[in-house]
Structures are given as C-alpha cells and as structure tokens.
C-alpha cells in the first residue's frame, strides 16, 4: 500500500515521468485503495484480486473510477494475459508494475509458496516495464518474512534477473519515508477518509516493522539520485 507512504508515492510519481509511463498494474487489489489513489496519476489502472470479498470491496470502491479495471484473477495468470494483450497490441511503451500480492501458502510445495515468485517467472522477458516490489527487505525496513524467509533478493533475485538482466535496481531507507497518520492523510487527494483508509493507517502505526516498509525498485535505465530519494541497490550474492 504505496499511499501511506508520501515518499513513495513522490518516487513512483518521478519514475512515471521519466519513462513516460501511463500504465499502472498492481497485483494485490485488496479493497482497492491503492488502486483509487492512483486513478489520478496514471491514464490506466488494470489491478487483480483473486479472494471474492476482497474482489467485491474493490469493485464497489472503483466503480466510478473508468480508467480503472479490477480482474478476478490470480497474479500471475493476470500477468500473463496482460503481457499477451500488450504484445498483440504492438505495444512498446514502459509500463509500471507494482507487486504487493504477498500471499504465503506452507502447504504447498516450495516453488508455489511466495506468490510474487511465480509472478515474476510470469513476466521473464518482459523488459519494457518498471517492476516496484512492496514489503521488500532492505536497509532494515519492514518486509514479509514467512516461515523465516524473508521476502528479499535470495529470494526473488535470479527472477528479476529473468525480466531484464539490465535492470538497474534502487531501494529506499527510513530516512526516505514519511508515513501518513490520520490527522495528515485527511487533506491527501484521492484518499476518502473512511473505515478503511482508517484501519490500514492504524495498522500502519502498530510497530516500526509496519510503519517503514520496505521497495524494491528495478528499472531500465540508471536513475539521477539528485532527483529521487533513493539508494542503489548492490544484490548480495
């Protein structure tokens, strides 16, 4: 959830206009908050939710939103449709792609457990994107761990490597977060202050893990750091 973040929504903001992007795809709808707060800042919004209450909610929230399309889908089937739609479209504009879709099964085998593993096999090849990786370990900040595995480059690395070897990656720090609370998310547009909004800015603040998150970054081409508030990103091997 970018939008509880002003940093982060300034450095995906800057990322779009230095590649032009008007293409948003997040995996991940949940209620569909994100998704609503982006309406204003990308052309088109195409967003997926695989758990039917969550899919309603979304649906219910964005349906005056016509830039904005919910998909009943899982993430990476939806990736899958997404980049053969763009192909037989001829498109070649860079697209931003914004995985938030944590999902953890320990049931199943382990090549199925971290959902955002499979979404990025989906994308192997696809270099005409921006990939933003939500709840990321790096610098310290807060990010999934299940079953004391952590949500970082030993594990999505040789993937992301698979989208594009030429990736130039970035993360954030601390020192480059200012978090919303509800007095200061009140005047924020695109953001209704409703139950919602409330419960996952409270949730936001229960502890330092979850109020500074980490992202993963992973461009095409290297970026100015004296126009983002982020660092490189050296992958430990």
């Known amino acids: 959830m970018s939008w509880t973040d002003k940093k982060s929504i300034e450095q995906i903001l800057k990322i779009r206009d230095k590649f032009n992007i008007s293409t948003f795809i997040e995996t991940g709808t949940f209620k569909g908050i994100n998704a609503k707060f982006h309406a204003q800042n990308f052309k088109n919004i195409l967003t997926c939710e695989l758990?039917?209450?969550?899919?309603?909610?979304?649906?219910?929230?964005?349906?005056?939103?016509?830039?904005?399309?919910?998909?009943?889908?899982?993430?990476?089937?939806?990736?899958?449709?997404?980049?053969?739609?763009?192909?037989?479209?001829?498109?070649?504009?860079?697209?931003?792609?914004?995985?938030?879709?944590?999902?953890?099964?320990?049931?199943?085998?382990s090549d199925k457990k971290w959902v955002v593993v499979n979404e990025l096999k989906a994308l192997a090849g696809?270099?005409?994107?921006?990939?933003?990786?939500?709840?990321?370990?790096?610098?310290?900040?807060?990010?999934?761990?299940?079953?004391?595995?952590?949500?970082?480059?030993?594990?999505?690395?040789?993937e992301i490597i698979k989208v594009n070897s030429n990736?130039?990656?970035?993360?954030?720090?601390?020192?480059?977060?200012?978090?919303?609370?509800?007095?200061?998310?009140?005047?924020?547009?695109?953001?209704?202050?409703?139950?919602?909004?409330?419960?996952?800015?409270?949730?936001?603040?229960?502890s330092e893990a979850k109020t500074y998150r980490g992202i993963l970054y992973a461009v095409p081409e290297k970026l100015d750091l004296n126009n983002f508030q982020l660092i490189e990103f050296n992958p430990k091997d």
């Open 51 to 109: 758990k039917d209450e969550y899919f309603k909610m979304a649906e219910e929230r964005l349906k005056h939103y016509n830039n904005v399309h919910v998909y009943k889908q899982s993430s990476p089937e939806f990736l899958k449709w997404f980049i053969k739609a763009y192909n037989l479209e001829g498109r070649q504009d860079i697209v931003f792609i914004y995985l938030d879709a944590h999902f953890y099964d320990p049931t199943l085998p």
């Open 126 to 158: 696809f270099k005409n994107c921006v990939i933003c990786i939500h709840d990321f370990d790096c610098e310290g900040l807060g990010h999934c761990i299940y079953d004391g595995e952590h949500l970082g480059w030993s594990l999505v690395g040789k």
């Open 167 to 206: 990736f130039y990656l970035y993360t954030n720090t601390k020192e480059f977060c200012e978090i919303y609370n509800k007095e200061t998310i009140a005047n924020v547009p695109g953001i209704n202050l409703d139950e919602d909004v409330l419960d996952n800015i409270q949730y936001a603040w229960t």
